[in-house]
């Protein structure tokens, strides 16, 4: 590749499960005056995994939501402006004590009857070194 950045570089941590596509050599198309397409990468859900940590009076709680597909956009150019769409299988989570998750799978909390989904929409991407990470305008959505 030229001297722009590769796409694990761009991506950081953002997904270390999910599978790069190849990029097309941007140098070459920079110099010959036809801007790059931004490239589109898929997150393969069955690679991928989104994890969280949760605090509350009573305990601590981590864990993970194990069926999501989503999309990276990234302009190699403009990091900053790349964006991050993910749909997460709502009923997937798993903190490893199932009477938690049913009970986290409950109206009390996620209420997957209503709200099988947890929809994520970045609004662009903060680089810290080798890291990325991903920033919404708004809260995630069901």
């Not at 596509?21 to 110099?31: F, H, N």
């Not at 036809?34 to 305990?59: C, D, H, N, W, Y």
């Not at 009477?99 to 947890?118: K, Q």
Request: hydrophobic share 40%; charged share 25%.
């Amino acid at each position: 590749m030229g001297g722009g950045l590769t796409h694990a570089q761009i991506l950081g941590e953002m997904s270390r499960r999910a599978v790069l596509c190849p990029v097309p050599d941007y140098a070459i198309l920079l110099a010959s005056g036809i801007p790059p397409p931004i490239p589109r990468v898929r997150i393969q859900g069955e690679a991928s995994e989104a994890r969280f940590k949760g605090t509350s009076r009573l305990m601590d709680a981590e864990g993970a939501f194990s069926r999501l597909a989503g999309e990276v956009t990234v302009d190699p150019r403009d990091p900053p402006t790349a964006k991050v769409t993910v749909t997460i299988e709502a009923a997937s989570i798993d903190t490893g004590i199932g009477m938690r998750d049913n009970h986290l799978r409950s109206a009390d909390f996620l209420d997957v009857a209503r709200f099988p989904t947890i929809k994520f929409e970045s609004q662009g991407v903060e680089m810290t070194g080798k890291k990325a990470w991903s920033r919404a305008s708004s809260p995630c959505t069901g």
